[in-house]
């Protein structure tokens, strides 16, 4: 793969990481609810994720997706009972009275599980995100059938999506956008969890007319 190859191929993959969705609102109520560490544990895991789709890609073995389409939506409804169930957990814990500094737990390690879950299952429990790097991948194919370049078509995406979130966590952890956001953190928690459901039943709507 040449050089001028390489960078196309990366900012294909940068326009679609930074295209905005769910993966977008959960970094920002993670960095909004438990500061920068969360954002950045968030994109890391989120970059992992993209790692095994565009390594199964590369691989060939997303190809199981075209030979049994069920797979496809089984994955898509498994999905979206998560979108549904971070969606209600937000607006839920919105409603709820906000705990004191003394009061709040303050397990960090409980903390990044939990975002660094939410990363990753946001990706991988999108077979969209597969349908995405395999369109991606083969039109460089040509250019990339060594083990080599598909190697680092595959590191390539994981890195700028990894990179992307983290950067974004880093701008939203902002001290003055934040101190700005979090005197009204249990509005911005509620509106992000209206936002997720309606994109949660925008896509249920989707694959039931897909199976129906």
Known sequence: ??????FLFAMVCL???ASPGP??????NSVIKDGRTAGVAF???????????AGLVASGLIL???IAPWFTIVLEFIGLLFLLFLSISMIKNSIKKRQSVET????LSVTSWYHIRNGFLIVFLNPKVAAFYLAIFSQFLDVASDLDSKFIM?????????????LLAFIIAVPKFTNFVKVSANKVEFFLGILLFIISVVIGIKIMMIVF
Request: hydrophobic share 50%.
């Open 64 to 66: 199981l997706l075209s």
């Open 23 to 28: 993966s977008l609102i959960l970094l920002v």
């Open 154 to 166: 595959v590191i390539t995406a994981t890195v700028i999506d990894g990179c992307w979130y983290i």
């Open 43 to 53: 994109g890391i895991a989120h970059g992992v994720g993209i790692f095994v789709y």
């Open 104 to 107: 709040r737990p303050n397990n």
């Open 15 to 17: 326009a679609g990481t």
């Open 1 to 6: 793969m040449s050089l001028s190859d390489w």
